[in-house]
């Protein structure tokens, strides 16, 4: 048959795409192909899956059974995700490490599920920091070693998420990753100060580190710079030199714990230092919470009660975007009705480089949302009305409506 007759390249460009549970399922297509699973180069351990199928293996009696058949020479990717971490796995992790270096595994992801509170992490193993193929590293519930000396001279994309670290651990990894391109650090504690001074690294993603207390970040070659999710109450960022920045997204939100003027007045003095760093960027994405706190008393008052009048008043400030601005995108579910008509009129009207403004509306809403969806469908039509009687500063402003609807 045409299946049996599949080289076996094909065939793992097949598996590659499948679940591991769905690669051994493929034993019974055909004759040919009850060993082929046995050669598989992508090794991906889904716990979610498992736990699903109701299998009559725990899951890491099934990581056991496969890798005890799995005969391949090298293995490109070895995953475990979903797995509920405790410490009497310890060994066993250890021991599936070192199969996987044994055949050179280039994609490692660990992306383990805490236990407990605080979380019981996964020690890294010794052997692990001197992989040299290594190119791609992700560990959830995980921490590394102090002391160790890391060399992944091939690593390029670094996820760390619910981790330990420390400035000393992070400035080792920028040491021994020369070619590291893209460092993400989601739900860690123990970092104070991001400095990186190589000139690889391109891309800092910092999310959820409401444990942590990052006071600055330095990265002069830095391109890319995201910041999101929840901070801890009084966090003082600092950016130092990003002169190098193209793109940054700041979508956070600190828990002002109180109702003093003094708190919110340190937020709002902290993202206008912020702002002022990232002057020369070319786009900029800004969340809800940072729009609020980057405007001073003044301007909420002012912005409470007129919007129009506001921004209007306020063209002195916008004389950069109105020059430079070329793309914008609004999220219409973030805006009151009033507000959002305001920012489009004045956009329109006074940004002379304006090429291309996205109106993106999100319409996939569960069962018994249907009258926010129609609420959104009716500012959509309000806003496209309005739209046709709006003044456009730039003669190739593309004004474009994006909903995703199910």
């Not at 912020?274 to 969340?287: A, E, P, S």
């Not at 914008?328 to 579910?333: N, S």
């Not at 403004?357 to 569960?366: C, D, F, R, V």
């Amino acid at each position: 048959d045409l299946i049996s007759a599949l080289p076996d390249a094909v065939i793992h460009r097949i598996f590659s795409f499948l679940p591991l549970q769905d690669v051994v399922r493929t034993s019974v297509l055909s004759k040919r192909w009850r060993p082929t699973w046995t050669t598989a180069t992508d090794l991906v351990f889904n716990g979610e899956i498992v736990a699903r199928l109701r299998s009559t293996l725990d899951f890491s009696s099934l990581i056991d059974s496969v890798l005890i058949q799995c005969i391949s020479p090298t293995v490109k990717r070895f995953h475990v995700i979903g797995f509920k971490y405790e410490k009497a796995y310890r060994p066993k992790f250890d021991l599936w490490l070192r199969f996987a270096e044994g055949r050179r595994a280039e994609d490692l992801s660990l992306l383990l599920v805490p236990t407990t509170k605080p979380p019981t992490l996964y020690i890294l193993p010794r052997f692990l920091y001197c992989w040299s193929w290594l190119v791609r590293l992700e560990v959830w519930v995980c921490c590394f070693s102090l002391g160790r000396t890391i060399r992944w001279p091939c690593l390029k994309i670094l996820v760390i998420a619910i981790s330990r670290l420390s400035d000393d651990i992070l400035e080792g990894i920028f040491r021994g990753c020369p070619v590291l391109e893209s460092l993400e650090l989601w739900g860690c504690w123990g970092v104070k100060n991001i400095m990186i001074d190589s000139t690889s690294v391109k891309e800092l993603v910092l999310c959820n580190l409401c444990d942590s207390n990052i006071q600055k970040i330095w990265a002069p070659h830095l391109l890319s710079l995201r910041i999101s999710g929840d901070w801890q109450p009084h966090a003082m960022l600092r950016l130092g030199d990003v002169s190098s920045l193209v793109e940054a997204k700041l979508d956070f939100s600190i828990r002002v714990l109180t109702d003093l003027p003094s708190d919110e007045m340190m937020c709002s003095h902290m993202l206008k230092e912020t702002f002022q760093k990232l002057c020369g960027v070319t786009t900029i994405t800004i969340g809800a919470w940072c729009f609020q706190y980057s405007l001073d008393e003044e301007s909420k008052e002012s912005f409470n009660c007129d919007e129009e009048d506001f921004l209007c008043s306020r063209k002195e400030n916008f004389q950069c975007l109105a020059k430079h601005l070329k793309r914008v995108e609004i999220t219409i579910d973030n805006f009151g009705l009033e507000r959002l008509l305001a920012l489009i009129k004045f956009l329109l009207g006074d940004a002379l480089a304006l090429e291309k403004m996205i109106i993106k509306a999100n319409l996939n809403m569960g069962h018994g949302q249907e009258h926010v969806r129609a609420t959104i469908l009716s500012k959509l039509l309000v806003v496209s009305q309005n739209m046709l009687s709006y003044r456009r500063a730039s003669r190739n402003a593309e004004v474009i409506f994006s909903h995703s609807f199910k």
